[in-house]
């Protein structure tokens, strides 16, 4: 008497299928938001940088310009010189905040092959919330002659000025001779105030100022 054996085949029930596909559909969006955060935090992370760079850069600059103000006076459009070294009436440029202009020397200019001076004018001003570096071909710009403009940082709300004198921070800049020292403050949307202080071409002791 010959005996049959035969194998039951038992597939998934519906109910099992429904949480298999739930546990797999938690799982992928845990894992979507993990992938999504690290990226935007990557995202921030990077801009961030970005702009503490642009910062950084933009304060070397500014620190190599007021290393090297010239004794020199200010002359706008052709107009007669300024009595001032040093600038700062907004007016008198295309600033939203305060602004500051002088002359620094030392543009290169090897052997002055170049058919202009190896000093340059220079402004700093804030236009559409952006700090602006501003200069000149020639060091005294004439009546209606274009100036080149070099953008420097976006975000910017307010720019101020103070001079240290040898005795006191002033928030104007009235003598006739250059302070000792330059202090910048930049009101920024994504850091806040940040404010610098830069030494002025002499022989001020930096223990004096900072």
Known sequence: ?????????????LLELLIAISIFAIISL???????????????????LNSTN????????????????????????????LKTFIHTDSNA?????????????GWTNPGLLLPRSDM????????DETLERVHYNFVDATLGE????????????????EFYNGKKWNKTYEDKDLPMAIA?????KE???IQRKFLVAGEARKSDIF
Request: proline share 2%; aromatic share 10%.
């Open 93 to 105: 440029f295309e600033s939203s905040a305060q602004a500051i202009g002088f002359v620094r020397s």
């Open 30 to 48: 845990a894992s979507f938001s993990l992938l999504d955060t690290i990226i935007s935090s990557e995202e921030k992370s990077t801009n961030r």
């Open 184 to 188: 910048i403050t930049l009101d920024t």
């Open 191 to 193: 850091f806040g105030i």
């Open 1 to 13: 008497m010959s005996t049959y054996h035969t194998d039951k085949q038992q597939g998934f029930t």
């Open 120 to 127: 340059q004018s220079v402004a700093y001003q804030v236009n």
């Open 54 to 81: 642009d910062i950084q850069r933009a304060f070397i600059l500014i620190e190599r310009d007021f290393l090297q103000i010239a004794r020199r006076s200010v002359r706008l459009e052709g107009e007669e010189p």
């Open 146 to 161: 274009k100036p080149k403009i070099r953008k420097l940082l976006t975000g910017v709300n307010d720019l101020s000025f």
